[in-house]
């Protein structure tokens, strides 16, 4: 079946560093990709996606593109911030197969800390 | 504003009570889901709905029941036989189709007693 694998956390960064959380993937099909961030004690938001192969989601000066060679859909951002601090999830949808309800396959998250 | 509305936000219950969350979605999406978050771990499926009066078990279903009576709730039981209900639950909803977007919910801490 399908998997994700996120690095596991914490990672813990000072503000304006360089961000890599590193997300790899199993699927049977052509999967689109996705990254969440859940801020303490909420819900999930949907922070970048991208649906095929080569694909770059950006948003809020995060970025991640969609490796297929590699089956990786590494976040990345330039220079982080204390607001940043939250747990991130990779996750994937593939729409093949059983799965037509749009059913998530989510890793297991990845937790940044930012310090000032 | 269109959305999606989980209660209570926290809910404390003791062992052998049946406790029912609220889960109720404005967009008018076809597909709502349950997860389950454990401290320090990802989400795991509990129960999904693609339709009205349809269900579907996901990954950890023992010890939970739902209903669709209607397309915006999808409430969600947790029974006394679930034998560790103390998580974070979070309600989702998404179209059929699509990229696979879902929309989450603020979620419901649950704490057995």
């Known amino acids: 079946g399908d998997s994700v694998t996120q690095m596991e956390g914490p990672v813990t960064l000072s503000e304006e560093a360089f961000l890599t959380i590193n997300c790899t993937y199993t699927?049977?099909?052509?999967?689109?990709l996705f990254w969440y961030v859940q801020y303490p004690g909420e819900g999930l938001q949907l922070l970048l996606k991208?649906?095929?192969?080569?694909d770059k989601g950006s948003n809020k000066g995060f970025e991640a593109t969609y490796r297929k060679e590699t089956t990786s859909f590494h976040l990345e951002k330039g220079s982080v911030q204390v607001s940043d601090s939250a747990v991130y999830f990779c996750?994937?949808?593939?729409?093949?197969?059983?799965?037509?309800?749009?059913?998530?396959?989510f890793g297991g998250g990845t937790r940044l800390m930012v310090k000032p | 504003d269109g959305g999606i509305t989980q209660s209570p936000k926290y809910l404390f219950r003791k062992e052998g009570q049946n406790v029912t969350l609220s889960c109720e979605q404005n967009?008018?999406?076809?597909?709502m889901y349950w997860y389950r978050q454990d401290p320090g771990q990802g989400l795991r499926l509990i129960y999904y709905?693609?339709?009205?009066?349809?269900?579907q078990k996901g990954d950890i279903a023992e010890g939970y029941s739902v209903s669709r009576e209607k397309k915006e709730s999808f409430p969600l039981t947790v029974t006394s036989a679930q034998k560790n209900p103390t998580a974070f639950y979070l309600c989702?909803?998404?179209?059929?189709?699509?990229?696979?977007?879902?929309?989450f919910g603020e979620g419901s801490r649950l704490t057995v007693l």
């Open positions: 989702a909803s998404s179209r059929i189709g699509g990229t696979g977007e879902l929309f």
């Open positions: 699927a049977t099909g052509y999967p689109s």
């Open positions: 991208a649906t095929k192969a080569d």
């Open positions: 996750a994937l949808s593939d729409l093949s197969g059983d799965n037509a309800g749009n059913m998530l396959t």
């Open positions: 967009l008018n999406h076809d597909a």
């Open positions: 709905s693609q339709i009205v009066n349809d269900f």
